[in-house]
T-cell receptor
């Protein structure tokens, strides 16, 4: 069965600090991987996704993530965070090309940025 | 283009009452999902559908039923509401589960309180 683990429940950083949020997944086959962001009081929005090709994926707002197949990881990074990045971040996975596939989310990481 | 629309946005139920949450998407997506979001637990998949007329159980299906009579609509029903079903419910849809167009698009959410 698919599962996703996010190691950090709450991360507090100062503006301009670098960010790395961990995500590990469990699935034996081909995967599609996602990072979503949820700003306070809003719905989830896609930050970036990986489905094939270059394992380093660039998304919106300066975020990027690296797919390391051997480690079953898809960590999210940003070199310099801003106060406006305060939000909750979710990693998600689905088993690609399966008609029974479903998108499973991690428990989320709350990011707080000190101005 | 409305995307994914959920109704209602807020609802308060008494224990034992029933209700139906409606999700409508106008993107001609095959896949639709219902999640619940609870603090510290991320998004948990309740039920999902891989096409019109099909439904499948997710991670936490007990106490809920779903129907997908039309491709654009996915209904979530609570037959006898319980306080444990107090949550924020999100509907999502995706075009496919393989290839480039696999990401889920989310509705704005329904905040349900069961008293």
């Amino acid at each position: 069965a698919q599962s996703v683990s996010q190691h950090n429940h709450h991360v507090i950083l100062s503006e301009a600090a670098s960010l790395e949020l961990g995500c590990n997944y469990s699935y034996g086959g081909t995967v599609n991987l996602f990072w979503y962001v949820q700003y306070p009081g809003q719905h989830l929005q896609l930050l970036l996704k990986y489905f094939s090709g270059d394992p380093l994926v660039k998304g919106i707002k300066g975020f990027e993530a690296e797919f390391i197949k051997s480690k079953f990881s898809f960590n999210l990074r940003k070199p310099s965070v801003q106060w406006s990045d305060t939000a909750e971040y979710f990693c998600a996975v689905n088993g690609g090309y399966s008609s029974a596939s479903k998108i499973i989310f991690g428990s989320g990481t709350r990011l707080s940025i000190r101005p | 283009n409305a995307g994914v629309t959920q109704t209602p946005k807020f609802r308060v139920l008494k224990t034992g009452q029933s209700m139906t949450l409606l999700c409508a998407q106008d993107m001609n997506h095959e896949y639709m999902y219902w999640y619940r979001q609870d603090p510290g637990m991320g998004l948990r998949l309740i039920h999902y559908s891989v096409g019109e007329g099909t439904t499948a159980k997710g991670e936490v299906p007990d106490g809920y039923n779903v129907s997908r009579l039309k491709k654009q609509n996915f209904l979530l029903g609570l037959e006898s509401a319980a306080p444990s079903q107090t949550s924020v419910y999100f509907c999502a849809s995706s075009y496919s589960t393989g290839g480039a167009n696999t990401e889920a698009f989310f509705g704005q959410g329904t905040r349900l309180t069961v008293v």
